[in-house]
Nanobody, 128 residues
C-alpha cells in the first residue's frame, strides 16, 4: 500500500525558512514524478512544485520561484521542499503527491488531478 508522510511544517516569522520532507513507502517512488501542493482555508489546492524521477527536471509555481527548491533522494524514498524567504501568503497545509501512472518520464503535471496518492499534509504558518 502506497503511503506518503509529510513532516517539517510549523510556525515561522516572515522571512524565515522551513524544510518539508515527504517519505514514501509501498513500492512507488524512484521511477515516479513527485509534486508539492498547498491549500489555504477556503481555497483550492494549488500547485507549488514538481520534480521528475531523475531530479533533472523541476517546475515551480510563479509565486514560489526563486524562494522554494524541490529535491529528492531516491535512496531514502524522500522528496523535500526547501522554503526560504517565507511570506504570510505561504500559509497553508502542504501536501506531497505521486504521479503513479508515468514511469521514468520528465513530463511534469501541475494539475492535482494528475496525481494519484497524497500525504496527510503538514501545516505551515508564516506570521507577519
Amino acid at each position: 500500500q502506497v503511503q506518503l508522510v509529510e513532516s517539517g511544517g510549523g510556525l515561522v516569522p516572515a522571512g524565515g525558512s522551513l524544510r518539508l520532507s515527504c517519505a514514501a513507502s509501498g513500492g512507488i517512488f524512484s521511477g515516479n514524478n513527485m509534486g508539492w501542493f498547498r491549500q489555504a482555508p477556503g481555497l483550492e489546492r494549488d500547485f507549488v512544485a514538481a520534480i521528475d524521477w531523475s531530479a533533472n527536471t523541476r517546475n515551480y509555481a510563479d509565486s514560489v520561484k526563486g524562494r522554494f527548491t524541490i529535491s529528492r533522494d531516491n535512496a531514502k524514498n524522500t522528496v523535500y521542499l526547501q522554503m526560504n524567504s517565507l511570506k504570510p501568503e505561504d500559509t497553508a497545509v502542504y501536501y506531497c503527491a505521486v504521479d503513479k501512472d508515468r514511469f521514468y518520464s520528465s513530463f511534469l503535471y501541475r494539475g492535482p488531478q494528475q496525481y494519484d496518492y497524497w500525504g496527510q499534509g503538514t501545516q505551515v504558518t508564516v506570521s507577519s
